[in-house]
């Protein structure tokens, strides 16, 4: 069973960056792609960024040039580092992880959640 436990997560202002950190744990040694996901009031939850057991990286296009995730799950924690954050970057941010070498982008390719942590970006 594997555990993701996320930190880094608070208030900022517009402009600012924030890096959060999602620690993995239990499961088997580097079997698993990582991703990050945020979900908005009154929004699903949408992929943003991830990273295959074999080191590729994806970003979706809102931000790309602005945020970059490191790490793996042989190499925790998966880091997502936030930068030039703006207002709609606001949500509740959750680390998620699945089985296989394949990075997809729909919540229900993942078997293994967070608890998620909230960023709040203000004007």
């Known amino acids: 069973q594997v555990q993701l436990v996320e930190s880094g997560g608070g208030l900022v202002q517009a402009g600012g960056s924030l890096r959060l950190s999602c620690a993995v744990s239990g499961g088997t040694f580097n079997a698993y792609s990582m991703a990050w996901f945020r979900q908005a009031p009154g929004k699903g939850r949408e992929f943003v960024a991830g990273?295959?057991?074999?080191?590729?990286?994806a970003h979706t296009d809102s931000v790309k040039g602005r945020f970059t995730v490191s790490g793996d799950s042989a190499r925790s924690p998966v880091n997502l580092q936030m930068n030039s954050l703006k207002v709609e970057d606001t949500a509740v941010y959750y680390c998620a992880a699945r089985s296989g070498s394949l990075l997809l982008r729909g919540p229900n390719d993942y078997d293994y959640w967070g608890q998620g942590t909230q960023v709040t970006v203000s004007s």
């Open positions: 990273v295959t057991r074999n080191g590729y990286t």
